[in-house]
């Protein structure tokens, strides 16, 4: 894991990370920081290791770190998504990962929002299908104060705990 330990001791994903705590400190809806970050490497881990996909640690740790990172910018023109999908490449690649990686993660970044996915992330390539599903079972829809005015729609909100 050492290259994730140099994304997460990296000056611009620091800063970044930040920014999106100070952004979101009073929102009222899921909150896209750290804690959420991490959720989503841990189900994505658990998915890949109970289903064989046989994907990396670093790949998944990775790929849930940065997934949000683009929405500590006011880009709006490219959407969070796509944001992220840029800002990762530029760290991917100071942090030594090879040009295969890079691609592999910036591909399920961009695409982890779920644009052309079905609900289950069905549809997309298996390493974004995977980042996909992790990013909306980190979801406690079941316990969350905003669900009535969440504009999920309510069959994608995650009502029981599930793998």
Same mark, same amino acid.
């Given at each position: 894991?050492?290259?994730?330990?140099?994304? @997460?001791?990296?000056?611009?994903?620091?800063?970044?990370?930040?920014?999106?705590e100070?952004?979101?400190?009073?929102?009222? %809806?899921?909150? !896209?920081? @750290?804690? !959420?970050?991490?959720?989503?490497?841990?189900?994505?881990?658990?998915?890949?290791?109970?289903?064989?996909?046989? %994907?990396?640690?670093?790949?998944?740790?990775?790929?849930?770190?940065? !997934?949000?990172?683009?929405?500590?910018?006011?880009?709006?023109?490219?959407? !969070?998504?796509?944001?992220?999908?840029?800002?990762?490449?530029?760290?991917?690649?100071?942090?030594?990962?090879?040009?295969?990686?890079?691609?592999?993660i910036?591909e399920?970044?961009?695409?982890?929002?779920?644009?052309?996915?079905?609900?289950?992330?069905?549809?997309?390539?298996? %390493?974004?299908?995977? @980042? %996909?599903?992790?990013?909306?079972?980190?979801?406690?829809?079941?316990?969350?104060?905003?669900?009535?005015?969440?504009d999920?729609?309510?069959?994608?909100?995650?009502?029981?705990?599930?793998?």
């Open positions: 894991m050492n290259r994730v330990n140099e994304i @997460i001791s990296d000056p611009e994903f620091k800063s970044r990370a930040c920014a999106i100070d952004r979101e400190r009073n929102r009222f %809806f899921c909150k !896209h920081g @750290i804690s !959420h970050s991490l959720d989503v490497a841990r189900i994505a881990f658990i998915l890949n290791a109970n289903e064989a996909l046989g %994907f990396d640690k670093e790949s998944i740790y990775a790929a849930a770190l940065l !997934h949000d990172i683009g929405r500590s910018s006011s880009d709006a023109d490219l959407g !969070h998504a796509k944001t992220s999908a840029a800002v990762a490449s530029g760290l991917l690649r100071r942090c030594g990962y090879a040009q295969d990686e890079i691609s592999l910036v399920a970044i961009g695409l982890h929002s779920g644009t052309g996915a079905s609900p289950s992330g069905g549809g997309l390539p298996p %390493f974004s299908e995977l @980042i %996909f599903r992790a990013d909306k079972l980190s979801r406690a829809c079941f316990l969350c104060p905003a669900q009535a005015e969440c999920w729609p309510y069959e994608r909100k995650n009502k029981e705990l599930s793998l």
